[in-house]
């Protein structure tokens, strides 16, 4: 299997990329994000519970999130691979998505990160808060504590991965099929070197 971590920060580009990657490689989405709006949506109680956190721009709690990647994977069936996209977003999610893999007799192929400076940042939420309705890219002050969360919480996820010879890094701002070319020829290598 091919698994794939795209990293960085919010508003970086991982969901505009994993539709690109997903296509290349025939791997499927796993996008925590997505899937807890998807719940909200459906008014389901996870739904409710992430959203209490999710409007403060704080964390889910981590065996929340777990639990919930867990099922996905499940009930994902014969696959070529899995793109992680906003997650493992702490060192004990990243701990355990590699026990889990271990458990399927498979591991995570490289994680990938998106670099974009935080002006940057913060230009592109403010564009998505209005594109896509997102209410966490709408006040300042979530988006202030989101990139203050993910500094602490996320960069270590990074670390992690680094240690175990998977990461690498492309420049995530400029033309897409340019930042699309430069993850390729990362994950290329990653594939090459297993
Ligand atoms: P972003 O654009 O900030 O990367 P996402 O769509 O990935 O946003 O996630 C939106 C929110 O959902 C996060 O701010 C967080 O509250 C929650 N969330 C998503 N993934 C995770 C995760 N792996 N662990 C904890 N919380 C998460």
Do not use: W
């Not at 296509?23 to 994000?33: D, M, P, R």
């Not at 004990?92 to 893999?101: F, N, P, R, V």
């Not at 498979?106 to 994680?111: E, K, N, Q, S, V």
Request: hydrophobic share 40%.
């Amino acid at each position: 299997m091919i698994n794939l971590v795209l990293f960085g920060p919010p508003g970086a580009g991982k969901g505009t990329q994993s539709a690109k990657l997903i296509e290349k490689y025939q791997l499927i989405h796993i996008s925590t994000g997505d899937l807890f709006r998807k719940h909200l949506k459906e008014g389901t109680p996870l739904g409710k519970l992430a959203q209490e956190y999710m409007s403060k721009g704080n964390l889910v709690p981590d065996q929340v999130v777990i639990d919930m990647v867990d099922d996905k994977i499940k009930s994902s069936g014969n696959i070529n691979g899995i793109i992680f996209d906003g997650f493992p977003r702490t060192v004990k999610q990243a701990e355990a998505l590699d026990a889990l893999l271990t458990k399927n007799n498979t591991g995570i192929t490289a994680l990938v990160e998106l670099m974009v400076n935080e002006d940057e940042l913060k230009k592109r939420l403010a564009e998505r808060a209005h594109k896509e309705n997102r209410p966490d890219d709408a006040k300042p002050e979530v988006i202030e504590n989101r990139i203050a969360v993910y500094k602490a919480e996320t960069v270590p996820v990074a670390e992690h991965y680094k240690k175990l010879g998977k990461y690498s890094a492309v420049v995530g701002v400029g033309d897409i099929e340019q930042i699309f070319t430069n993850l390729c020829r990362e994950i290329d290598n990653h594939l090459l070197s297993k």
